[in-house]
């Protein structure tokens, strides 16, 4: 399967502990995606990467959020000291940019967060 | 801010009954995607429209962009219990966050055998 990986799938954490996310695209992909899911909503924007460049991180919420794409490949979301209101489902996208007449971005399955 | 508004949020229905789910909002996109989503999973996208009036179908699903790119719609005969899910509409952003997707809160069907 060559879609959009993400790991874990699962994370449970204690409050005030930091957690990271794993994302690897589909590998011809230069544009990477984050965004989160919480119950009942459609998902919301957090950044995204060109290639290793972070073109848009002004919507991460707060400076406990960042997000890296060290090679332009695979890309990390680090929460440090969690809050319960970061419980949340994580999600991934990766897309080729833009292409006529949309860009098409594939999700991967998601990492759900549960912070105690 | 553009805002998409999804109806209904909730659907229930029977196994072979028809059903539309609304997409709406008060700016125009270049094009409107839609997808849709099962418990624990990533959205999947079905289909993008990109011009005003544009219908596709989709086997059983039949979708549909408004004449002024404002809105659209997903219209589903003879539902099956496979088509249960979280249906998800989606624009581009070409506000200070070019490419990324916005997207409305879902609509969140439930077929009954």
């Known amino acids: 399967d060559t879609g959009v990986s993400q790991n874990p799938r699962h994370k449970i954490t204690k409050r005030g502990q930091n957690v990271t996310f794993r994302c690897d695209p589909i590998?011809?992909?230069?544009?990477l995606y984050w965004y989160r899911q919480t119950l009942g909503q459609g998902p919301e924007f957090l950044t995204y990467f060109q290639n290793e460049a972070q073109l848009e991180k002004s919507r991460l919420l707060s400076d406990r959020f960042s997000a890296e794409r060290p090679k332009g490949s695979f890309s990390t979301l680090e929460i440090q000291r969690t809050e319960q209101g970061d419980s949340a489902m994580y999600l991934c996208?990766?897309?080729?940019?833009?292409?006529?007449?949309?860009?098409?971005?594939?999700f991967g399955p998601g990492t759900r967060l549960l912070v105690l | 801010t553009q805002l998409l508004e999804q109806s209904p949020q909730f659907l229930s229905i029977q196994e072979g009954e028809n059903l539309t789910v609304y997409c709406n909002s008060s700016s125009v996109f270049s094009s409107l995607q839609w997808y849709r989503q099962e418990p624990g999973e990533g959205p999947v996208l079905l289909v993008t429209v990109v011009t005003g009036g544009e219908v596709k179908k989709l086997k059983r699903l039949t979708f549909q962009f408004g004449d002024a790119r404002k809105d659209s719609s997903l219209h589903i005969t003879a539902a099956q219990p496979g088509d249960t899910g979280l249906y998800l509409c989606?624009?581009?952003?070409?506000?200070?966050?070019?490419?990324?997707?916005?997207f409305g809160k879902g609509t969140k069907l439930s077929v009954k055998p």
């Open positions: 590998s011809e992909h230069n544009r």
């Open positions: 996208a990766s897309s080729l940019g833009p292409i006529e007449p949309a860009e098409t971005q594939y």
């Open positions: 989606a624009a581009m952003n070409y506000g200070g966050s070019q490419g990324n997707l916005i």
